[in-house]
């Protein structure tokens, strides 16, 4: 946030810096790695800059008149003193005075982010991603300068690929990141299961833990009535903060699960102070009065976000508070769907002023599903601010790459600095030099387009969502094709005029990275058949099905893409290209047995048990309508929540069968198991039921485990009209799931019957 003061004329006077000026940089006789830091950052760039040396002098060996002071000299000792109180945070002061430039700020890192400022807005460098530096090349610069920076937000961390993996990067954009984070932070999040581990402590103490359908589960909470729980949870954090005295903050906060517990104790603490949140604060508030010259994080996050009643936080206890549930198509302040949220936000506030505000920001289910939610991300920070957020973690896909995130972390480490900054301009800027001024207009038009067509279809945005969720807005068939000629139409031009063909790869790369996004969205929903062109298959002559070869091309060159431009994960779990490749081999090859007979295409079906609603599929016949479900439960599978499925397919007429198999859906983390088994029965009359064969299967306990699981009945040929697939479900997930006890799912998909 720009803090402009107006001084008298003669405290603002300009310099000219040339190549014949003969500025010296000005270091204090004892300087800070951080003020010789800034210092060599400033001599190698303004060199390059001016074509002219630079030299760095200690300040008792300085005899000139130009200089350019980093940091605290005696010579800006009193334009120090002057501004002191007016910096704040990691704010600086950028002054010149006719013959010397300063830079002065107050904490770690603030002179070095001053330099870096300098040379970013006023000697028009950029720093796009890293190791990509791009400077002018001037003879000279006139610099008249009184330009007072103080942040936004005192904390500011994109969790994204570059700030953590490039120290430089993060500093030049004046982002904290893990590095800055580790030095300060004792523990971080979700610590309930560190400070007291349910391996360690449960079959001992299984009081200590979340009590849940009357049971105590290992996979929960703890139990913060319990009065040995508070003890010893400060024994074992005492132990590490004596271990690490150097960290200031420590986390005692939930696992990331909703099994907070229900014993008649906890209950009771949840009615005297507003429900979960209350009884966290309760328990937090004795855990900072033991420790009170350090500061205690928790998280106010699904069942605790809602602010308590009848009780503060202590002073030195901070509240992480999470926008998980927050849709990303509209800001937040004016989405009805997140008003909950905002009178969440406003009550914190009431409560405190110590609130790290927790943000997400790319498209978690799928790093690369084009997510256009750039347009919110700075009324969304100004909200932020305007309710008092001192602290703001912007949680992105971490060290993976994600769509758009090249452009994505620059655009909100320049609004965690200044979230009124102009970000059309800012958007003009970076897109001329990372892709290049002649075809950056085509990425804008890329940009506008798909979130022109996001807002006109009123659908939600969700960080958890599917690439078939946008089929009706901005990746409908048509908005894909012109997405594709505008990709094409950037290729076809030189990224910038006087570029040689030697560089045309970078640029290339860099458009690739891009397109690579729109690509797994183009593979993902040709798994729908949404039209010709977005189907594995196409149409021959005769009616018959072939593989679409065009689509396999595709699909080859992503994977190989994905591999050459290192991009590992295409989720926040362990989904990457080769498992992409792998699924389209697989519905490839269950799709080829349309071809082959199976008696129960088209056939009616009549369920004995409750099938969902939730997910419409239109109803059991989904299971026998020849269309293979995707690797996406909430489409073209029907799932039985809480229930076994048993149903009966009439063949029409009595006939020979010696096959039955169906496919199921497993995956742990949304609540989805396969079947304990399946059982396979054959009659002619409904009334008399044969069994002809069963398979079991034996759940894991991964819960990021996604697989299609196929359950294949072979027996000796029978005869007979009627086929009963009955599956036993869990009913509720394992003792072991985060969600113990709750209705658990299975989803079935094509019934074959040979």
Not at 29 to 48: C, F, G, M
Not at 271 to 282: A, D, H, I, Q, R
Not at 541 to 567: H, Q, S, W, Y
Not at 663 to 668: G, L, T
């Amino acid at each position: 946030m720009l803090l402009s003061l107006l001084l008298p004329s003669w405290c603002q006077r300009p310099v000219q810096i040339s190549q014949k000026s003969h500025y010296r940089i000005v270091i204090p006789n004892d300087p800070t790695e951080v003020e010789a830091t800034a210092a060599k950052e400033l001599q190698d760039i303004l060199q390059n800059i001016f074509q002219t040396s630079f030299p760095i002098v200690n300040e008792k060996s300085y005899k000139g008149r130009h200089a350019i002071s980093v940091g605290r000299t005696q010579m800006a000792a009193s334009l120090y003193k002057q501004y002191q109180d007016s910096i704040h945070d990691d704010g600086f002061l950028l002054h010149t005075d006719g013959k010397k430039l300063y830079i002065i700020g107050l904490r770690e890192k603030s002179v070095l982010y001053g330099a870096y400022h300098l040379l970013e807005h006023h000697l028009g460098c950029r720093m796009p991603v890293p190791n990509d530096l791009n400077y002018p090349i001037l003879q000279q610069k006139k610099l008249s300068l009184h330009d007072l920076q103080n942040p936004s937000f005192s904390y500011r961390e994109v969790l994204q690929q570059f700030p953590n993996t490039d120290q430089r990067y993060a500093d030049w954009h004046k982002l904290h990141n893990r590095a800055y984070f580790n030095e300060h932070w004792g523990l971080f999040v979700h610590t309930f299961q560190r400070l007291i581990p349910a391996d360690g402590y449960f079959d001992v103490h299984p009081e200590w833990f979340s009590m849940i359908q009357g049971q105590r589960v290992r996979d929960g909470q703890l139990c913060l009535s319990n009065p040995e729980v508070l003890e010893e949870l400060c024994a074992n954090l005492a132990v590490l903060m004596e271990a690490s005295p150097e960290k200031e903050t420590w986390s005692v906060s939930q696992n990331d699960n909703e099994n907070s517990c229900t014993c008649p104790n906890c209950l009771h603490l949840d009615s005297l102070y507003g429900g979960k949140s209350g009884t966290m604060v309760w328990f937090v508030n004795q855990v900072a009065r033991r420790f009170p010259d350090k500061t205690i994080s928790t998280l106010a996050y699904l069942q605790t976000r809602r602010p308590p009643r009848n009780i503060r936080p202590e002073p030195n206890v901070n509240i992480m508070f999470c926008s998980i549930e927050c849709h990303r198509e509209r800001p937040i302040a004016d989405n009805p769907a997140d008003q909950s949220f905002m009178r969440d936000m406003e009550g914190w506030h009431a409560l405190t002023d110590n609130i790290f505000l927790w943000d997400y920001v790319v498209q978690f289910k799928n790093f690369l599903d084009p997510f256009p939610n750039l347009h919110v991300l700075q009324p969304n920070l100004q909200n932020f601010h305007d309710h008092g957020i001192q602290m703001v973690f912007e949680q992105g896909s971490n060290r993976h790459h994600s769509e758009s995130c090249e452009w994505r972390t620059f655009l909100l480490a320049h609004l965690l600095w200044d979230v009124n900054l102009n970000v059309d301009s800012l958007r003009d800027r970076f897109l001329d030099i990372y892709y290049g001024p002649n075809r950056a207009p085509f990425i804008k038009q890329y940009y506008d387009t798909m979130q022109a067509a996001l807002l006109a279809s009123g659908q939600f945005l969700n960080i958890y969502g599917f690439p078939i969720d946008a089929k009706e807005g901005y990746l409908a068939p048509d908005k894909i094709a012109f997405y594709q000629s505008l990709f094409q139409q950037a290729y076809a031009v030189p990224p910038y005029d006087y570029l040689r063909g030697l560089h045309y790869s970078l640029y290339d790369d860099r458009l690739r990275l891009l397109e690579l996004s729109l690509d797994f969205a183009i593979q993902d929903l040709a798994f729908y058949d949404l039209s010709p062109e977005l189907s594995y298959f196409k149409k021959l002559p005769d009616g018959t099905l072939d593989v679409n070869e065009e689509m396999m091309t595709r699909a080859r060159r992503f994977m190989e893409d994905c591999k050459r431009l290192n991009i590992t994960h295409l989720d926040e779990s362990t989904f990457a290209a080769d498992l992409l490749w792998l699924n389209i081999r697989n519905y490839l090859r269950k799709s080829s047995l349309r071809g082959r007979p199976n008696k129960a295409i088209g056939k009616p079906v009549q369920c004995l048990t409750t099938w969902s609603h939730l997910y419409d599929v239109g109803g059991p016949r989904a299971l026998t309508d020849g269309i293979l479900g995707a690797p996406d439960y909430r489409t073209r599978w029907l799932g039985f929540q809480g229930e076994d499925m048993d149903v009966i397919i009439d063949l029409g007429e009595e006939t020979d069968i010696y096959e039955v198999s169906a496919d199921f859906y497993y995956y742990p983390l949304s609540w989805i198991f396969a079947p304990v088994n399946m059982v396979c029965y054959i009659s002619d009359d409904l009334t008399q039921w044969k069994e002809v064969d069963r398979k079991s299967f034996e759940n894991g306990t991964n819960l990021t485990e996604s697989r299609i699981k196929t359950f294949q009945c072979l027996f000796m040929e029978e005869k007979g009209r009627y086929v009963r697939v009955r599956a036993e479900s869990l009913k509720t997930n394992p003792a072991w799931h985060r969600g113990y006890g709750q209705p658990c799912w299975i989803f079935c998909d094509e019934i074959i019957v040979r």
